[in-house]
């Protein structure tokens, strides 16, 4: 379909440029270069293609300047990748006008792609520059998958193969008898070439390689030379060892910053470059775990990745939290020029963190989908703690998006999809479990920093996180003896909201994994006929746990402590917690409520705007438990919502409180159980008619007997 034509004077005047051992001329901008060479190769004759690409690939000039190479590098990749795709749009629009069959489109690529590839492969000079022009066709072929030239992109992908480990020997030699003139040859290529700037090239080739291909690769040396790369670049974790631990101060009390190696690790190319490599070696990980014979040698690689990361993350954090920088929370207390220093800080603390969840993801993921090799020394879980302890010294660091790792906030998306992958590998095993709570709480218990240091309150958070999540595998005498010790003094610390919150998650998540454990423990002894013995032995923390936080979340309910939502719930799930330990305990749970708001009522004849908050946010406690109480307590605990809302004064407050029973009612009670409530709806709505009549009616419990004026659930 390609129509043989002769060549214009931009185009012979282009190729001048490229044969001649002179630079390019200043007039000819990047830009205009790329998209000349765009539009010659997508719109010469075919017999000139070959010619023009090794042209390009051979030039003299073009690659020898450090200056400019990788942008022209860069530029001439998308300049490839960019002609595939305007001359596969070309071929299919003349296809459609000449009424051509579709398979005449594949075969005119398929020989376009076939005479560039030949110019590009001519002469092997510069592994660099052929693998970023072959780089653009892979891509292009990537972009096009529909298209199939299998044949042409094998030959691709070999030649590509062959430039990669060429470009790593010449970054990473390993010479001996056999590899030497290999070596020298690799060596004869152009000195700029840097282990930064390879990775990326090699990174790219890799990320669209198919499998069969990238085996063929030294995947465990690439990801070796990756790593390095990373640790060096923060001197092994050491960037801010120069930091005292007491600032100095200007004049005006502000602290000062030292800039010189926060401005050397920020200015290395390495760190500009760490997404690309962080994920280089994530696919090397994921590279090696797929076939069988490389399985080994993936595990080697992700224990070393695993040791390097925390070693790394642990100098981090001990440098940070030996220094007064790391009391700060308010960047006005540095001196001008010391703010961009620290925000240049985290900056590279950020990014340290996007790196290790992009690699831990990786090894995550081969961890969940790969059986262990025979040959390996390693295990899942030790691996899986090493991340863990990678996490948990970059806890300061996840605390400023927006709080620890829970399942409600706190962390980035991807950092939480590893971190629960991470927990839910653990929690397969008992004791790995056990071993783990244990090992981070004897880190929090021996700290030497303060109890207020935001470090150790990162700690402290990430510590609670597990627990909430792993609390389903945890024995009795680790939940009692090593997580609620740590939990408890938070539960009346609203200072410290991150701690304070996740403590009341972890307490609540005692009750719901019970209640979970004995609903899976009742299925099993329904179908075996035999009953289970550790249902009785795990309802001892919940059984003696529930009275005391009955009280603490009434004390959490004043204003500036626990919202409205969040009580609410937190009371609603210790009802039903309770209900599933011990009827008599639910029953002590909504007493101790409905005492509290008789005292709001009895302690204020002339209540506060503080006080009829605070009356308010109990009795929408008292509401949300119709749907956790259960059969036996509904009826007593109905008549005493329908007192409250009857004897409310405030008509606005009243259709409030109708419309949170009416939402309890219809949308999170039980079908068994909602029967009951309704028919008992239907009689709030009559004595509320009934009671505009007459006052002083006295308020039937829904079976057509009368209640006392005193509280009772019994």
Not at 131 to 138: A, E, F, Q, S
Not at 407 to 418: C, D, I, M, T
Not at 577 to 592: H, S, Y
Not at 642 to 671: G, P, T, Y
């Amino acid at each position: 379909m390609s129509r043989s034509r002769s060549v214009d004077s931009g185009y012979t005047t282009l190729v001048g440029f490229f044969q001649s051992k002179n630079e390019l001329p200043s007039s000819l901008k990047p830009k205009t270069l790329f998209s000349a060479v765009t539009h010659y190769l997508t719109t010469i004759p075919l017999d000139h293609l070959t010619p023009f690409t090794h042209a390009i690939a051979a030039s003299p000039n073009l690659w020898k300047t450090p200056g400019t190479r990788t942008e022209r590098l860069d530029g001439f990749q998308a300049s490839f990748r960019t002609a595939f795709n305007v001359k596969h749009n070309a071929e299919g629009l003349a296809a459609a006008d000449y009424f051509f069959p579709q398979g005449s489109i594949q075969q005119a690529m398929q020989h376009w792609v076939k005479v560039i590839f030949a110019g590009i492969t001519a002469q092997r000079r510069d592994p660099e520059v052929r693998l970023i022009l072959l780089n653009g066709l892979l891509l292009a072929l990537h972009d096009n998958d529909r298209l199939s030239l299998d044949t042409t992109r094998e030959r691709i992908e070999g030649e590509a193969v062959i430039c990669c480990a060429e470009l790593m020997e010449i970054v990473q030699p390993q010479v001996d008898d056999w590899t030497g003139e290999l070596v020298a040859a690799a060596r004869s290529g152009p000195e700029d070439v840097t282990r930064t700037t390879t990775l990326t090239r090699v990174g790219t080739t890799i990320g669209i390689l198919s499998t069969e291909k990238l085996i063929l690769l030294d995947l465990e040396a690439i990801a070796t030379l990756g790593l390095n790369i990373i640790s060096e670049t923060l001197d092994d974790g050491h960037f801010l060892k120069d930091f005292p631990s007491e600032l100095p101060k200007n004049s005006e009390g502000k602290l000062l910053l030292e800039t010189a190696r926060v401005s050397e690790v920020l200015a290395k190319p390495a760190f500009t470059s760490f997404g690309s490599t962080s994920k280089l070696v994530a696919c090397c990980i994921t590279g090696l775990s797929y076939q069988r014979s490389t399985q080994v040698a993936a595990w080697n690689l992700m224990t070393r990745v695993c040791n390097m990361m925390e070693a790394v993350s642990g100098r981090i954090e001990g440098d940070w939290s030996g220094s007064d920088i790391s009391l700060v929370t308010d960047e006005q207390d540095f001196a001008l020029p010391s703010i961009q220093t620290a925000t240049s800080i985290w900056q590279i603390l950020k990014t340290f963190l996007f790196s290790t969840v992009l690699i831990s993801q990786a090894i995550l993921t081969t961890l969940t989908f790969e059986s262990v090799p025979h040959d390996s020394q390693c295990t899942p879980h030790t691996l899986v703690s090493s991340v863990l302890n990678t996490f948990l010294h970059l806890a300061f660091v996840t605390s400023k998006f927006g709080g620890g790792l829970t399942s409600a906030g706190g962390g980035f998306l991807e950092q939480k999809r590893a971190f629960f992958t991470a927990l839910d590998i653990i929690a397969s095993n008992p004791s790995e479990t056990a071993l783990l709570i244990k090992r981070l709480h004897n880190h929090l218990s021996s700290a030497s920093l303060p109890a207020l240091h935001p470090v150790r309150q990162a700690h402290a958070s990430f510590f609670l996180a597990c627990a909430e999540q792993l609390m389903p595998a945890l024995e009795e005498d680790v939940i009692e003896h090593v997580v609620l010790p740590i939990a408890i003094p938070l539960l009346n610390e609203p200072s410290r909201r991150e701690t304070y919150e996740s403590a009341h998650s972890v307490v609540l998540s005692v009750f719901s994994s019970h209640a979970k454990r004995k609903d899976s423990e009742a299925g099993a002894q329904n179908q075996t006929n035999e009953p289970l013995q550790s249902s009785r032995t795990k309802a001892g923390v919940a059984q003696r746990l529930a009275p005391f936080y009955a009280d603490c979340l009434l004390q959490n309910s004043d204003e500036g402590r626990l919202s409205p939502e969040q009580l609410t719930l937190a009371y609603s799930s210790l009802v039903n917690g309770a209900r599933v330990v011990d009827m008599a305990l639910t029953q002590l749970c909504v007493e101790k409520l409905l005492d509290a708001l008789k005292r709001s009522k009895n302690d204020a004849p002339a209540p506060t705007a503080v006080d009829k908050k605070q009356k308010h946010r109990l009795q929408y406690v008292l509401i949300s438990s119709i749907s956790a109480v259960g059969a036996p307590l509904l009826r007593p605990l109905l008549l005493n919502v329908k007192r409250m809302v009857l004897e409310e004064a405030d008509a606005e407050a009243r259709i409030e409180m109708k419309a949170a029973v009416f939402h309890q009612v219809l949308d999170k009670m039980a079908d068994a159980e909602k029967g009951v409530a309704m028919r008992w709806w239907l009689e709030l709505q009559r004595d509320e008619a009934a009671l505009e009549i007459q006052p002083n009616r006295e308020i039937s419990d829904g079976r057509g007997e009368t209640g006392s004026s005193d509280i009772d659930i019994g």
